[in-house]
């Protein structure tokens, strides 16, 4: 999109695009925004299409209402345009807090023409390392594509237009550790250039900004957990689809493909991170 368009103007051209798309979950009534004001997170398209923007302000972070534990989540996303080293833009699920659990989907920008790379990572009890990070086999800037989490008892996918890039087994019975705890969906836009971009060496160019990204037609399909008591509200939750979903022989062909094509970085070979062994898991895989 050209970024001499104004705000208003770009956003009705998108909204308007997205009009045309079936609606699933609604910005305005399944999350709250936690950080960052309506210059930062404006929804429109009938609560359908979120639009984030980073600028030396602020940028913004959404948290949905809903709370559960196990579930299906798909977004449509597309990415911060042109030179977007340093920013992060994230769909993820957390339970918050010190010791939180929480599966990532994040979105580490770069520049000129160098690929973005999807970031993926597994919390358990306040402890991550577990990354896996792809390119892609297509723009993310250009167009809105799916992205997904399914979680359930048995694993957690993650997937891209339908296409498994990863597979995260529980193996709680033979001593790994497995996101158990309730969480919450999570999307935001914000300044990472810390580690996001040449492990921080390349930092935010704040003349490009404001950086925009832009989320549509969420969907949850999930076990919901009351915040009080934290027991289960969903009674038939082993019935959904995706409760005992694991891959299929053809997508896990297509999971071989995309890591050996577009994995750049494991960390069930990275002695740099683990060098007196890696975590169980990694045995087990």
Not at 42 to 58: H, I, K, P, Q, W
Not at 132 to 158: C, G, V
Not at 242 to 252: A, R, V
Not at 260 to 278: A, L, R, V
Request: charged content about 15%; hydrophobic content about 35%; some cysteine.
């Amino acid at each position: 999109m050209d970024e001499t368009i104004s705000k208003p103007i770009a956003f009705l051209l998108v909204s308007s695009l997205l009009a045309i798309l079936a609606q699933g979950n609604n910005f305005t009534s399944d999350f709250e925004v936690m950080w960052g004001d309506s210059t930062h997170a404006t929804v429109a398209n009938n609560g359908s299409l979120l639009m984030l923007t980073l600028d030396e302000a602020s940028g913004a972070n959404l948290q949905s209402y809903d709370l559960y534990q196990y579930g299906r989540l798909d977004m449509l996303v597309k990415f911060v345009p042109h030179n977007s080293q340093g920013t992060i833009t994230t769909f993820y699920l957390s339970s918050n807090g010190t010791k939180q659990d929480e599966i990532d989907f994040e979105f580490l920008g770069n520049y000129g023409n160098k690929e973005y790379v999807v970031h993926t990572n597994v919390w358990t009890g306040g402890v991550g390392g577990r990354e896996q990070q792809f390119h892609l086999w297509f723009d993310p800037r250009a167009n809105f594509h799916n992205y997904s989490i399914l979680w359930n008892p048995l694993n957690i996918i993650w997937y891209v237009d339908g296409t498994p890039v990863r597979v995260f087994k529980n193996y709680t019975l033979k001593g790994a550790e497995y996101p158990a705890l309730p969480m919450r969906t999570i999307v935001s836009l914000w300044n990472g250039d810390s580690w996001a971009t040449d492990d921080g060496k390349t930092k935010i160019d704040w003349s490009q900004a404001p950086f925009r990204s832009w989320y549509a037609n969420y969907s949850a399909s999930d076990c919901l957990v009351s915040n009080s008591t934290m027991s289960h509200l969903s009674s038939n939750c082993s019935s959904y689809p995706w409760f005992n979903k694991t891959l299929s022989s053809d997508e896990m062909k297509n999971l071989t493909w995309v890591q050996n094509n577009y994995m750049i970085k494991n960390y069930c070979n990275d002695t740099d991170t683990y060098p007196n062994g890696f975590p169980p898991e990694c045995y087990l895989s």
